[in-house]
């Protein structure tokens, strides 16, 4: 069972930055990939960036390519989400989520979730 918690979110002018977090309980999250999603009212869940349990894959949805950063420090059991360039149209609430079989870009493939934090970004 991993238990995950975002945190970082907020309110930030377009160009900005922001650095998400997603602390997770248990000892083998190593073993976990893990994705970020984010999600508008009204949208579905879609993909934004996965980091495979060593650290050593990334993937991006194109739409942030080269402006967000994933990493992860397991030894402090958390995954970080660097976020730079801020656009409007990134405003959603952001998701982070485990599974213990490689990373995926696919919502339902992964096993366990966040709370979620908001990310408002102003024009």
């Known amino acids: 069972q991993v238990q995950l918690v975002e945190s970082g979110g907020g309110l930030v002018q377009a160009g900005g930055s922001l650095r998400l977090s997603c602390a997770a309980s248990?000892?083998?999250?190593?073993?976990?990939?893990v994705g970020w999603f984010r999600q508008v009212p009204g949208k579905e869940r879609e993909f934004v960036a996965a980091?495979?349990?060593?650290?050593?894959?990334?993937n991006y949805a194109d739409s942030v390519k080269g402006r967000f950063t994933i990493s992860r420090d397991n030894a402090k059991n958390t995954v970080y989400l660097r976020m730079n360039s801020l656009k409007p149209e990134d405003t959603a609430v952001y998701y982070c989520?485990?599974?213990?079989?490689?990373?995926?870009?696919?919502?339902?493939?992964?096993?366990?979730w966040g709370q979620g934090t908001q990310v408002t970004v102003s024009s």
């Open positions: 989520a485990a599974r213990s079989i490689g990373w995926s870009t696919i919502t339902a493939r992964y096993d366990y």
């Open positions: 248990g000892r083998t999250f190593s073993s976990y990939a």
């Open positions: 980091i495979s349990g060593s650290g050593g894959t990334t």
